[in-house]
């Protein structure tokens, strides 16, 4: 099994981030590098990566938000990035193609979730295709439909996790 290392993004990652980026998504979809440096800058406590050996294979970013939904503009634009905010949102889930299927995309998914729990988020939000969502539902996503985005021209579905408030007493 390979030993994959989980950690907070870095100023200097941002090149190997927008290759995976390029790699991962059609070109309409994906940020470009210019987008990264932002997001890395504003937003770095949410953005992680997955590493081998040193080297990049992976990542999961979002903004904090207050939004039940991820709409488009929040792509574009890290003032949407609200740090109070009671939601995380996922705007990408990366792995390159050569390490998918091992669960490295579970393993960061999972950190990401366990991040937005440690922070206090009341509930983890993302878009995602059709293909996807019993993906996302295996990490306890419910689908609420079909979103509003309409990123890079493409039909995608609502994805929310409502995360516990472990400060609440057991019933």
């Not at 440690?118 to 295709?129: A, D, S």
């Not at 689908?143 to 309409?150: D, V």
Request: net charge negative; charged share 20%; proline share 5%.
């Amino acid at each position: 099994m390979l030993e994959v290392t989980i950690r907070k993004v870095r100023p200097e990652d941002v090149d190997k981030v927008a290759e995976i980026e390029a790699i991962c998504f059609p070109r309409a979809e994906a940020a470009p590098r210019e987008s990264f440096e932002k997001r890395i800058a504003v937003f770095p406590d949410y953005f992680l990566v997955a590493e081998i050996k040193g080297a990049i294979i992976g990542f999961i970013n979002g903004c904090v938000t207050n939004s039940p939904v991820i709409y488009d503009e929040m792509f574009q634009d890290t003032c949407h990035h609200i740090p109070t905010g009671s939601n995380v949102s996922v705007f990408g889930l990366d792995v390159l193609p050569s390490y998918r299927k091992q669960g490295i995309a579970a393993q960061l998914m999972q950190s990401f979730i366990q991040l937005a729990r440690r922070t206090g988020r009341k509930k983890v939000i993302l878009t995602c295709k059709e293909n996807l969502v019993h993906y996302y539902e295996s990490f306890g996503y419910a689908s609420t439909g079909l979103s509003a985005s309409t990123h890079g021209g493409s039909r995608w579905y609502d994805m929310t996790l409502a995360l516990p408030d472990d400060t609440s007493p057991l019933a």
